[in-house]
């Protein structure tokens, strides 16, 4: 008889056998929705979500932006210019233009599947911006759509993959290129093409006005020549050229120029749109806008209104007070004006001049001795007191420069009488005392901005090295820089930005941006210190009004290189409720006399001009002295 093999016992049951069942379910349900439910996410969107027309978005853009006064009055209408909305057939778009384009915003476009991993993945691990191509632009831009949100980029992906996957590369640059801002309220590059250079877009087209054109897309308010000068738009045109380089559309020996001389003056303002002061305004907030978040497109999709700061009461008198001057002064004379509230930064005038689209207010120019208060400012931060003894010679070295000056203080000069007297050497002996690095950061600190589109204030050419300059304001900066660091004194040592824009509204008047406050201590964290070094800049600028109230102003000038002749010349000063900076001089670097044949300086013409806008910007209100009060003196 054949006894079969006992049968092999069953594993018990045990705890531990139960929890890794259990931990392999959990993980198998963890991982499956990890994975499905994005999946699914991404399906639905798929079938849900599509992309508009570019025809259709075309339509929609063409739409007016209104500006208005800080009353809800209008000041101006950004209108789109004549011919702006032509479509362009991808067939009809050069192919050096189609190259810049490409080279500059998406170098992968033709293999990428809507998107480069690559560039999301670096602008999100250094927070820098450049992750969306073109194919996410087109979508972004046609929704309209621009909110910071992990939402709006899944949907962007999603959108990007499926007009990938349903339309041709040609087709979806096609799109791209015609609702894109090129700036000067043009839509695609026909209109650009004639906005800038007064030309057809055709196969003519050179390397040099490609990457320009290509250039304008980032940021077109920014880096347009007629908004920030040839020096910025060279940069950018720089950037672009080395991108096609690079990605070899074009050899490195290719001629190549900036086409400075060929870009035509903003068309608005040669078809009458708009005055030329009123060009400064629209571009000043249209970049302002632009760095909050506001690219013009997105204001124009929105139907949306722009409150600015502005007063109309108050504009109107600063363009009077300075062009009922200027009358009476030689024609080479150009002027600027800028005032604002000085305890909110908000800009309640502002006129650059109306003799062309150069904006002097935001021009920068040497501020000559009108520096001063920032060296004084220096020193107070370091325990000096305005009425102790300071050197006051008639030469002084600094830096490697020979200072030479009348001595007009005399033997017992103090910061008080030298800003009295108009002294020169005893401020440079304080800023030998002090360091060039005190002064530096002290108007930076007040207001001074560190860079001016992407240039170093209150340094070298190099931007760097800060030179014996300095000490007598050779250094340019612009008015609206310089009225906002004055303000820190008007406001008690309260620093706030200055700005043009107050809030933006929606279609339906709802207010969907608002400008914060930025006020707060300049001078480091306690604001007792920030007090005091504005009680006592103030203090040495004590004058009044032609109503009696009291104020405070510096007027100034800067020569010509090292000679005894001015070209620039200031008056900047405050009472508690408006800082107001006013500048003369030219065109180009002159030796400036004024009607009477003098030489231009700060105490006639600018002060002039000051006091007549000051006057009648402040009927109505009550007087308030500044910070500290202190006694008149017979100059300023």
């Known amino acids: ?143 309209g759509d621009a909110e910071a949100s992990l939402g709006r980029k899944f949907a962007e992906l999603v959108l990007a993959t499926k007009i990938t996957q349903e339309q041709s590369k040609e ?20 209109a650009a093409m004639n906005a800038y250079f007064g030309k057809k877009l055709d196969d003519s087209i050179t390397w040099s006005e490609a990457a320009f054109l290509a250039g304008m897309i980032q940021s077109p308010s920014v880096h347009d020549p007629a908004a920030s000068g040839d020096v910025h738009a060279s940069r950018r045109w720089q950037y672009v050229r080395d991108k096609l380089v690079a990605r070899g559309y074009v050899k490195g020996d290719e001629p190549m120029a900036y086409p400075g001389n060929e870009i035509q003056p903003p068309s608005e303002t040669r078809a009458g749109r708009v ?46 007070a300075l062009l009922d001057r200027l009358k009476r002064e030689p024609k080479e004379f150009r002027g600027a004006l800028v005032a604002a509230d ?7 005038a502002y006129y650059g001049g109306d003799q062309g689209i150069r904006d002097y207010a935001g021009t920068p120019h040497a501020t000559g001795s009108a520096f001063f208060p920032f060296t004084l400012a220096a020193a107070l931060r370091q325990g000096y007191s305005p009425d102790q003894p300071i050197p006051s010679p008639d030469k002084i070295e600094f830096l490697g420069e020979k200072f030479q000056y ?47 589109d992407g240039v170093p204030t209150l340094r070298e050419k190099d931007g760097f090295l800060i030179g014996s300059g300095i000490a007598v304001g050779r250094y340019a900066l612009r008015p609206l820089d310089v009225m906002g660091a004055y303000g820190t004194f008007a406001a008690n040592g309260r620093r706030a930005t200055p700005h043009l824009v107050a809030k933006v509204r929606d279609q339906s008047g709802e207010v969907v941006w608002e400008h914060p406050d930025t006020s707060g201590p300049a001078f480091g964290d306690d604001g007792d210190l920030s007090r005091r070094v504005a009680g006592g800049v103030t203090g040495t600028l004590a004058t009044a009004l032609p109503d009696g109230r009291p104020a405070a102003l510096r007027t100034g000038e800067a020569e010509h290189g090292i000679g005894p002749d001015n070209q620039d010349a200031w008056a900047v000063g405050y009472t508690s409720q408006l800082v107001t900076a ?53 100059r300023r």
Not at 342 to 348: E, L, S
């Open 406 to 452: 009348p001595d007009v203080c005399g033997p017992k000069c103090t910061p008080r009488k030298a800003m009295a007297s108009d002294a020169i050497t005893p401020f440079v002996a304080l800023a030998k005392k002090l360091g060039p690095d005190a002064l530096s950061e002290t108007a930076r600190q007040a207001g001074i901005p560190e860079a001016v």
């Open 171 to 190: 087709q979806i640059f096609e799109s791209y290129v015609n609702i894109i801002s090129f700036g000067r309220g043009t839509f695609g590059p026909a």
């Open 342 to 348: 000085p305890k909110t930064g908000a800009v309640r």
């Open 1 to 143: 008889m054949t006894i079969a093999p006992e049968e092999k016992a069953e594993k018990p049951d045990t705890p531990r056998r139960r929890r890794w069942r259990r931990f392999r379910r959990t993980a198998g349900w963890t991982a499956g929705t990890l994975i499905g439910v994005p999946l699914i996410a991404f399906w639905v969107a798929y079938l849900v979500l599509d992309v508009r027309s570019p025809q259709d978005v075309l339509a929609g853009l063409d739409k007016t932006v209104v500006l208005q006064y800080s009353d809800g009055s209008e000041l101006l209408k950004v209108l789109p210019a004549d011919g702006d909305r032509l479509f362009v057939p991808y067939s009809r778009v050069p192919a050096k233009l189609r190259d810049a384009i490409i080279a500059t915003e998406d170098p992968t476009f033709w293999d990428n599947q809507g998107f480069d991993p690559t560039g999301i993945g670096r602008a999100f691990l250094t927070g820098v911006g450049g992750g969306s191509g073109i194919t996410q632009q087109y979508i972004k831009k046609s929704t």
């Open 275 to 320: 005055t030329y002061d009123e060009f400064h305004i629209k571009q000043q907030v249209l970049a302002e806008l632009e760095q909050d978040g506001f690219p013009l497109a997105r204001l124009q999709q929105g139907t949306m209104t722009v409150e600015t700061t502005l007063d109309r009461g108050m504009q109107d008198a600063a363009k009077k």
């Open 582 to 634: 006013v500048w003369i001089g030219s065109d180009d670097d002159r030796l400036l006399k004024d009607a009477g044949g003098a030489k231009l300086t700060g105490d006639v013409v600018p002060a002039d001009i000051w006091r007549g806008f000051m006057a009648a910007a402040h009927r109505g209100l009550p007087p308030r002295p500044p910070a500290d009060g202190g006694q008149p003196v017979a």
